[in-house]
C-alpha cells in the first residue's frame, strides 16, 4: 500500500490552514446584507465544502494507514469547523435581528449543538486517539505467537467459523482483554464531552445525541418498540439455545443464559453463523451461499458488480469512475489498519469510495449491499447545497442499504444469480428467512443494549467503577447473554464493540432495524402499483422480489435526493404512507419464522426465557 509521505501531509496542512483558506472559510468580501441572503448563503455553501472535502480527506488517509495523521491536525480541523460554525452563527443571527426570515433547519444547523473551546478539543482529540487506535492496533495471538489474529475482521472470522468451544472462550475473552486499558481514557472523554455539553444546554452528551431524532423520550419510544418483537426474540432464543445445548451440553444450560462466545459472533449481536446449528438439515436444503459463490468464480469485483446491478435494475445510476478508480475492496499484503468497512463521500463531484476487507462469501455480500447504499445516498444528494448532503437522519443513512438487501438476498433473486438451484421449497425458502432472522433480529437486542448502557454513562447513573457490572446486567436484562467466565471491573468489555471506542452513536442502527424494513414494504407496494401505506398490500412481504422494478427505486431515490433537506416525517409518507417508524412491516415479514419457531418450541418442549 501506499502512505502518504511527509511532504504530503504537509501540504495537506497547509492547505487546511493557509491564511487564502481561513480567509476563504470566515471572511465575507463586502457586507452580506448589501447583496442579499443568496450571496451570504453561497458563501456559506461553499465554504462548508473546503471544510467537508479536508475533513474527508483526512479520514480517508487514516482508514488507509492511521499513522499517517497525527492527532494534533484532526484536532485543528475540529476546531476549524467550531470556528466556522461561531462566524456563521453570528451572521444569521445579524439576519434575524434585523427582521429578515430565517429558515428552522439552516438556524439549527448552524448555531445548535454542542461547542468545544481549544483547550477541550485537544484534549478530547488525544483521547479519541488513544482508544480508536487501540482498537484498531490490536492483534491477538494465541500459543506463544505462532497464530496471530490481525484485528475485528480476523477475530470476527474465528468467531463465525469455528465450532471448539475452549478456542472460542479464549478468542472471546483475549479480543475483550486486549480492550481493558480503554476504561479511564473513556471515562474522561465523557467527562469533557458532557462539560461541553452541559455549558451548551444539554443535560448530558446523550441528550446532544438524541436530538437528531427529533423524537421526545426517544429511550421510552425505543423501550416501547422492543416490547412490540421481545417476544419474537425469546422464541428465537429459546429455539439457538436448545440447538446450541445439543452441541455443548456441558457449557449450555436451557434455562439460563447463553454464553456469549457461542453464539456465531464477535459481539453476540449476529447469529446467522449458527444456521446450521439451529436449522436441520440446512446444508441438505441449501447449497452454502460461499461456495456457489467461489464456483461461480465470483471474485470481490464481481460481488461488487452483482451488487451495483440490483441498484441499477431499480433505475438508481451506475456507480462512477471515481469510485472503481479509488475504492479499497480488499486488505492489501502487509496491511495492520482496521478493515470496519466504511463508505466515504470525499465531497468531490462524482468521489465516492469504500474502505473495506472483503472476501467472497454471503456475510460480505450483505456487507456490500450496506455500503453501497450509503454510495448511493451520497450520489443522489451530491447536487443539494453543502448544509443538505446529508442523510435525513442517521438512521435512513443506515437503512437504504438494509432495505435493498431485503430483495437483493431473497432466493427468487439469489436463483436469479446463479446462486441457488431451487427457489421453490417451503423448506428452503423457511431457511433462507430463519437464517435472516438469525442476522437481524438479534441486533434488535443487542442495539438497544449498547446505547441504554452508553446512554446511563452519559447520564450520571452508571459510573466508571461500574461499568462491566452495568453492561452485563443489561445483556442479561434484554438479551439472555452472559459472559463464559466472571468478568469483573478489572475489563471494559464495552470498548471490545467499534462503535463504543470510536464514539459513534448507536441509535441510528437500531432504528434502522425497523425503518429497513418499513422502506422495503413502501419499495414493494410501489412495485405492486399500489399506493404506499394501503391497506391492499395483501402478498407476504417476505416473498416480494423488487428487481427490475423502477417504481420501487424511484419511490426511494426521490426522497434519498433531497438529502437532510427534508423532514423525515414527510420522508416517511412519501415512501410508506407513514408519519413514524413502526414495528408492524418487521413482524409480518417475520411472521413464518415466527410460526416456525412456535413449532418447534411445542414439538421439542423448549423453555422460554431465562433466570
Known sequence: MASV???QHDRLFKVVWSSQSLQFVFTIAENAFNHGARIWLDRVDDSLEFLNRATASLEWQTLR??????????????????MWRDRWCGELMDFQDNGIFVGRQLLSFLCHGVKYNDKITRKITVIKEILSSTYDSAHICEDHRRRCYRGESDMA??????RNES????AWSAW??????MRWPFAQLIALENMAARSNGYADIGAYWREEFEIPNLESV???????????????HAVVRFRLAKLYPDVVDISQPIPAHLLGNLW??????LIDVVFPNYIAIIPDLTDSMRRGNYSVTKMVRQVEDFYVSLGFPPLTPEFWKNSVFEREAGETSSCHATAINMFKRNDFRIFACLETNSQDFNVVHHELGHIQYYMAYQNQPSFFKNGINAAFHESIGDAISHGATSPRHMRRLGLLRDASSDSLKTAVLVKQALLKIPQLSSGLVIEKWRWSVFSGRTKPSRYNEAWWHLHRRYMGVAPPSPRSEEFFDA??????????PYARYYLASFLQVQLFQGMCEASAGLRVGSATFNASLHKCDIYGSKDAGRILRSVMELGSSVDWRRALRLITGHVEYRVEPLLAYYEPVHMWLQHEVKRHNIPVGWD
Open 495 to 504: 470498548a471490545a464493540k467499534y462503535h463504543v471506542s470510536h464514539g459513534v
Open 157 to 162: 472470522k474465528l468467531m463465525a467459523t469455528s
Open 268 to 273: 453476540s449481536q449476529s447469529w446467522e453463523a
Open 222 to 236: 425505543f423501550e416501547e418498540m422492543y416490547r412490540r418483537v421481545e417476544p419474537l426474540y425469546r422464541l428465537l
Open 65 to 82: 494507514n492511521a499513522s499517517v495523521v497525527p492527532p494534533d491536525v484532526y484536532a485543528s480541523v475540529f476546531q476549524l469547523r467550531l
Open 176 to 181: 475483550r482483554n486486549r480492550m481493558s486499558g
Open 167 to 170: 478456542k472460542l472462550r479464549w
Open 5 to 7: 509521505t511527509m511532504e
